[in-house]
């Protein structure tokens, strides 16, 4: 039953900061996805007899993508497959399956919070056994691996049935069809105190959660409505959808506006949170105050003890270079180890495995801890939730007075999307060979103390990542961060990130774009971002 089918490489299946991804109909070129999955194979060994975890985010092309992974896993000798039903599985979802089956890996079909459809982004990603997304080493080796295919392994198994749990054989291989959600709600009762929400909610906390008709619907449903008792409503948009009701499927201030609008409004409940396609991104919003991810992680790492799972304090936190300084604070008052590392959650495994950070954030809405190995949508909301039963105060109430004892980062991130890919790497390059003239020049009254571009030691592996984003720093500590977007699938986003400390307690309610001011002018300054991309504003600010 297995077939070896002849197939040539595409040049152009370069992994990105998270995992291939591409137009739905790129991916739907002969052989394609085919390719990349056997690539995958490839590039790995000793899987023999074992187990691999398939799921996605439910979007365009999912359904496809899976029955072709589970038809090629059987040919290229794997023993089990473990499928979310419906092909659903969030991808901290994914990577609690992997690490508590102990299954070799995983392969995770999303884009993240790309939008969906069939003209809009679908990905594959692989998780190695720890669960978290696969490192460099084998990410290149998997592009090394589609340069130079000839052919891939399948096994005519017709359509396995999704949809169904169960176990069933399939061409010498055993498929299990799983419930998404329960080792994940489990998991997340592990860790935190389920009943002082549970009572929080029945005293009439009130709280929305909007799931952008992504993966996370069924999860919160099940966690916040079911098992929490939150008001049946509370949860909106929470059904799945193939091209995410038409929008896009990421929780920032743009996308999920009316969230904003509505935590701001006379009516707001006392918390709103959303997550993004693949169910590891968290927007959170209290009710009149949006907290910042950067924010939040430190706010997080400062209140966890509050929760079971964290009671015995933390071992450390980790927070990517671009992500601002506040979590710096929280750490050096723990006298715990503070770790910065390149944007992309795979650069946190090794200082989770090796139990060295315990919290680790992204200031792009990614935050999560040592209970998987991805960012956990859900994880963050639920966290916050317990800090927030447990000490009886408003979001809001948490924020000012964190703000009070360890001063206010103030922080921003400015893109310009789809810019020409030519325009935006002469911006980098020409940003790049003035950095050693910078130092002790002055742009708008404030003085350059240093600028580099940030490499990255492994302190776990000694593995060395350079070119992880231009940093300027000021005296005083303000800094602003240039880097190009790896997830784009369209021409160039620049990311600018700026960032200002702010100890004085009278002036930690300033509008953020205004008490920005001045670094944002700096920037344009230095890099020229109008001349270069052409654009005399950003296309997002966040
Ligand atoms: C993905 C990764 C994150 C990363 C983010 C930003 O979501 O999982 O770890 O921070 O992309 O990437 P970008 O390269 O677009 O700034
Ligand atoms: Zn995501």
């Not at 302190?459 to 005083?476: A, M, W």
Request: aromatic share 8%; hydrophobic share 35%; glycine share 12%.
């Amino acid at each position: 039953m297995i077939r070896t089918v002849l197939t040539k490489p595409y040049t152009d299946q370069k992994p990105g900061t998270s995992g291939l991804r591409k137009k739905v109909p790129v991916f739907q070129q002969e052989h394609y996805a085919e390719n990349f999955i056997q690539s995958i194979f490839d590039a790995l060994e000793g899987f023999e007899g074992k187990t691999l975890v398939i799921g996605g985010d439910g979007r365009f092309y999912n359904r496809e993508v899976i029955q072709k992974a589970i038809a090629m896993a059987a040919a290229n000798g794997f023993g089990k497959v473990m499928v979310g039903q419906g092909g659903i599985l969030s991808t901290p979802a994914a990577s609690n399956i992997i690490r508590k089956y102990k299954t070799f890996g995983g392969i995770i079909l999303s884009a993240s919070h790309n939008p969906g459809g069939p003209h809009e982004d679908f990905g594959i990603k692989y998780n190695a056994g720890n669960g978290g997304p696969a490192p460099e080493k084998i990410t290149d080796a998997i592009f090394e691996k589609t340069k130079t295919i000839s052919s891939f392994k399948i096994t005519d198994i017709g359509q396995i049935d999704i949809d169904t749990i169960g176990t069933v054989q399939a061409g010498g291989m055993t498929v299990e069809i799983i419930d998404p959600v329960k080792d994940y709600a489990e998991l997340m009762e592990s860790l935190f105190d389920f009943d002082a929400i549970r009572a929080n909610f029945k005293y009439g906390f009130r709280m929305r959660f909007d799931a952008m008709h992504a993966v996370t619907g069924p999860y919160a449903k099940e966690i916040l409505e079911r098992r929490l008792g939150a008001p049946n409503g509370t949860c909106r948009n929470f059904k799945p959808l193939p091209d995410f009701g038409g929008h896009h499927p990421d929780p920032n201030l743009v996308h999920a506006k009316h969230l904003y609008d509505e935590m701001m409004g006379p009516d707001a409940p006392d918390f709103g949170a959303a997550s993004d396609g693949d169910g590891d991104r968290n927007l959170i919003i209290g009710k009149g105050i949006f907290v910042t991810p950067s924010d939040s992680v430190a706010m997080l790492a400062a209140n966890a003890h509050l929760a079971p799972g964290y009671k015995e304090g933390l071992k450390g936190i980790a927070r990517s270079m671009p992500t601002s300084g506040a979590a710096d604070r929280v750490a050096e008052k723990l006298g715990i180890g503070i770790y910065e590392t390149p944007t992309g959650w795979k650069f946190f495994g090794n200082l989770l495995d090796a139990g060295m950070a315990t919290i680790c954030g992204e200031e792009s809405a990614g935050t999560g801890s040592n209970h998987v190995r991805e960012k956990d949508g859900l994880w963050a909301v639920l966290l916050w939730l317990n800090i927030l039963a447990v000490r009886g105060e408003s979001c809001k109430d948490i924020v000012t007075k964190h703000w009070e004892t360890y001063g206010r980062n103030y922080y921003s991130r400015h893109d310009y999307e789809e810019v020409e890919t030519d325009r935006a790497n002469k911006l980098v390059d020409e940003l790049r060979a003035k950095l050693g003239a910078l130092p002790g020049t002055s742009v708008r009254g404030m003085t350059i103390a240093s600028a580099d571009d940030f490499a990255y030691h492994d302190p776990v592996d000694g593995s060395v990542s350079k070119n992880q984003g231009i940093r300027i720093l000021f005296e005083g500590g303000s800094r602003v961060v240039f880097r190009l977007s790896g997830t784009g699938t369209s021409g160039a986003t620049l990311r600018v990130y700026i960032e200002r400390y702010e100890p004085d307690k009278a002036r930690h309610d300033l509008d953020t774009q205004e008490a920005l001011a001045d670094l944002i002018a700096a920037a344009d300054d230095i890099a020229g971002i109008k001349s270069h991309t052409g654009r005399n504003k950003p296309s997002v600010i966040t």
